[in-house]
């Protein structure tokens, strides 16, 4: 098995050399076709004379630099005014996207302990149900209680201050 392997190596390594050698001959071969004359020097024809390529260059006019109406200033600011148009393309407003709604806060008003020193607010998660008693300046997440008074709670939620209602059917206790 040792004597086995052994050749197929040396096979390979004698077909590897061989590839080697046939593609440094082609490599050589299309050298001396691309320079005939030698590798230091181009062929060029004799009855044409090598000068260089000619580019037509065309002056723009001055007016085409005083119309500054139309540029596009990359480092400005969206306008974000409505009905302003975009430079450069005539009939085309910009879009202005109208500010989503502030997020209201995720409680609703389930109860009120009133006590003129102290009261409390029982409010209910609107996601879960789940049941919190918070007093005046308490923190839930993001939403902080301003103030309590016998049916309602101011809450201060996302930059908003918020009225929650003692709602009417809720206190029945029909749940």
């Not at 046939?22 to 230091?40: D, E, S």
């Not at 596009?72 to 407003?93: H, M, R, W, Y």
């Not at 300046?137 to 201060?156: F, Y």
Request: hydrophobic letters at 40%; zero cysteines.
């Amino acid at each position: 098995m040792a004597t086995s392997s052994l050749k197929s190596q040396r096979l390979k390594r004698w077909i590897l050399l061989l590839a080697s050698v046939i593609a440094a001959a082609i490599w050589i071969r299309n050298l001396f076709v691309l320079f005939p004359k030698g590798a230091t020097e181009i062929a060029v024809p004799e009855n044409q004379p090598m000068r260089p390529a000619r580019v037509r260059r065309t002056p723009l006019p001055v007016s085409a630099f005083d119309d500054t109406s139309s540029w596009i200033d990359p480092f400005a600011p969206p306008e974000t005014k409505g009905g302003s148009k975009v430079p450069g393309l005539p009939g085309k407003e910009k879009r202005v996207l109208p500010k989503a709604p502030p997020e209201p806060p995720p409680w609703k008003l389930a109860g009120v302990v009133w006590d003129r020193k102290s009261p409390a607010a029982i409010l209910a998660s609107l996601t879960d149900n789940h049941r919190v008693v918070v007093a005046k300046g308490d923190t839930l997440g993001p939403s902080r209680i301003e103030k309590i008074d016998q049916t309602n709670v101011w809450i201060h939620h996302n930059g908003r201050s918020w009225k929650l209602a003692l709602d009417e059917s809720d206190s029945t206790g029909s749940h």
